[in-house]
DNA sequence: TCTGGGGTCCTAGGACCC
DNA sequence: TCTGGGGTCCTAGGACCC
């Protein structure tokens, strides 16, 4: 049985800006003019909502104050708390900039019962931060995030062991983790609006409704199953930046420079994290908000400019005449296929047991040696056929 | 609701290979 | 000339999360 925390700072940005001057405690804070970034819980209580366009907030609340974003603050922030939280745990597995599961089970001996930790955990970062967390507390990661959000704000919500499904399933099949407004509406019509409801459909029944993967993920929460453990994080699967442009309509040598500036950040970053991409991916949003992707996969992974950009030059190029059409209004690219920079060792590990439980427990045992990213590849050979095919479940490649 | 900047994962069709 | 089944990779789009 594990005992999992899910660690969740309130109003993130705007408990900095609040934090930070003094003038803004107890008032609405709007964090980002455009579209809402963040907003205080005085902005919530006027019906505010992160990603909420700036117009709309500010009418929905105009007496709150819009702060410019300082994202180096919220970093720092971000560094502290979470410097708090691994001490707080063996296992932890940060989310975002704001969010972390942490591992607690068998900690009672040395660290206190969960909710000790909890306690304590939401006492520290408050005093020694100054920000507010909630924190919930249950056997399961999905549990556990759920009941972070349902303590908030600045609370603490512990789902006793039994109590699981007394907890869920009056919940609306909103509040579960990877349900979304499209999702919502297909259940909804559907006519399941509780988790209760859900639960009372076979996977089979539920694939009809929102698709295979969806339906054995929403099953599965239904009931309380949930095996993920917390895990320190593996490593990003893309790298990606992008520009809104605004409505006015730009020159092909505008839009290249846009272009020549996000490839520029873009390999930047992959080159200080080691990372090498082969596919290449280019965004665009029109005029009437349409989206748009292209893509191409290189021969060979790289980081280098050069080719990324020219292979987005044509991508680009082909898009032009829908571009002239409709208007541009953003600009993102993305390299996915992400692989490690090679070079380093490689190493042999005789598995003596066609065991793959003992073989997982080995390549964590690398990863916890050598760093989260130093495995990259792990090839089984076998001494017959059988072990390869066997053991592919496995998935050595996404250390 | 009139829209930022990062990400993740899934689906589906087509090309291609055996 | 017509016909299988399985697998992988690529491309495009959609949904979701913070």
């Given at each position: 049985m594990f005992v999992i925390l899910h660690a969740d700072l309130d109003a993130f940005f705007a408990s900095v800006e609040q934090r930070d001057d003094p003038a803004l405690r107890g008032r609405p804070v709007l964090?980002?003019?455009?579209?809402?970034?963040?907003?205080?819980?005085?902005?919530?209580?006027?019906?505010?909502?992160?990603?909420?366009?700036?117009?709309?907030?500010?009418?929905?609340?105009?007496?709150?104050?819009?702060?410019?974003?300082?994202?180096?603050?919220?970093?720092?922030?971000?560094?502290?708390?979470?410097?708090?939280?691994?001490?707080?745990?063996?296992?932890?597995?940060?989310?975002?900039?704001?969010?972390?599961?942490?591992?607690?089970?068998?900690?009672?001996?040395?660290?206190?019962?969960?909710?000790?930790?909890?306690?304590?955990?939401?006492?520290?970062?408050?005093?020694?931060?100054?920000?507010?967390?909630?924190?919930?507390?249950?056997?399961?990661?999905?549990?556990?995030?759920?009941a972070s959000a349902s303590a908030k704000p600045d609370g603490l919500l512990v789902v006793e062991a039994g109590e699981e499904l007394a907890f869920l399933h009056p919940l609306a099949v909103e509040r579960l983790w990877g349900v979304g407004p499209a999702t919502q509406t297909r259940l909804n019509e559907a006519g399941i609006r509780t988790v209760a409801d859900l639960a009372r459909h076979s996977e089979h029944a539920l694939s009809h409704v929102v698709g295979r993967a969806a339906a054995r993920q929403l099953h599965a929460l239904a009931h309380n199953r949930d095996a993920r453990r917390v895990r320190r994080g593996r490593g990003r699967r893309s790298i990606g930046s992008q520009r809104a442009l605004g409505r006015g309509s730009r020159s092909s040598a505008e839009l290249d420079a846009v272009l020549v500036a996000l490839v520029d950040r873009v390999t930047r970053r992959m080159r200080a994290a080691g990372r090498v991409g082969r596919t290449v991916v280019l965004r665009l949003r029109f005029g009437d908000y349409a989206r748009?992707?292209?893509?191409?996969?290189?021969?060979?992974?790289?980081?280098?400019?050069?080719?990324?950009?020219?292979?987005?030059?044509?991508?680009?190029?082909?898009?032009?005449?829908?571009?002239?059409?409709?208007?541009?209004?953003?600009?993102?690219?993305?390299?996915?296929n992400l692989e490690h920079v090679t070079g380093g060792v490689q190493l042999e590990l005789p598995v003596e047991e066609s065991d793959?439980?003992?073989?997982?427990?080995?390549?964590?045992?690398?990863?916890?040696?050598?760093?989260?990213?130093?495995?990259?590849?792990?090839?089984?050979?076998?001494?017959?056929?059988?072990?390869?095919?066997?053991?592919?479940?496995?998935?050595?490649?996404?250390?």
């Open positions: 964090v980002g003019g455009g579209v809402v970034l963040a907003a205080s819980y005085e902005a919530r209580a006027c019906g505010v909502r992160s990603a909420m366009g700036g117009s709309r907030a500010r009418q929905l609340c105009p007496e709150a104050v819009v702060v410019r974003p300082r994202f180096a603050a919220y970093v720092e922030a971000s560094r502290a708390v979470f410097a708090l939280l691994d001490e707080a745990a063996p296992e932890v597995e940060q989310l975002s900039i704001d969010e972390a599961f942490l591992d607690v089970s068998g900690l009672e001996a040395i660290c206190g019962t969960p909710v000790q930790i909890a306690a304590r955990l939401r006492r520290d970062v408050r005093e020694q931060v100054g920000l507010p967390i909630s924190i919930g507390v249950a056997s399961t990661k999905h549990l556990a995030k759920v748009v992707t292209r893509s191409r996969t290189l021969g060979k992974p790289t980081a280098s400019a050069r080719p990324i950009l020219v292979t987005l030059r044509r991508l680009l190029e082909g898009a032009r005449p829908t571009i002239e059409e409709r208007g541009l209004t953003l600009i993102g690219i993305t390299v996915t793959r439980i003992e073989l997982e427990a080995t390549l964590d045992a690398v990863r916890d040696r050598f760093g989260a990213g130093s495995l990259t590849r792990a090839t089984l050979v076998g001494a017959d056929e059988e072990l390869g095919a066997w053991m592919g479940p496995v998935d050595p490649e996404r250390g």
